[in-house]
């Protein structure tokens, strides 16, 4: 077996979009994900991954770059014309060590 010098950690995050529908009003859907995150992901100054709270702050420095469709599944009436999504916000439930 080939030993990975990768410093690999699990972040269990969620997603919440916020949207109006013109016929239910607005709504919020919650969209839960992990990601093996690691320091080989390209952050612009990034702390060291040493413990958990420096990897959370990574991976939300991270994060903010993305297109949110690049980080979890939209909802499915994402792109329809009548839903007006805004802002999504995202937070970090867990960051385990592997």
Known sequence: MQQS????????????????D???GSFREIK???IVFNDEFEIE????????????INFLI???TLPI????????DYK????KYDKESIEVLEVKKL
């Open 5 to 20: 010098n990768r410093n690999d950690w699990n972040v269990r995050f969620e997603v919440t979009f916020y949207g109006n």
């Open 45 to 56: 100054n990034k702390l060291p991954f040493n413990n958990a709270a420096n990897v959370e």
């Open 80 to 83: 329809d014309r009548k839903i």
């Open 69 to 76: 469709e690049n980080l979890t599944k939209l909802p499915h």
């Open 22 to 24: 013109p016929n239910k």
């Open 32 to 34: 839960e994900d992990n």
């Open 62 to 64: 991270w994060v903010d």
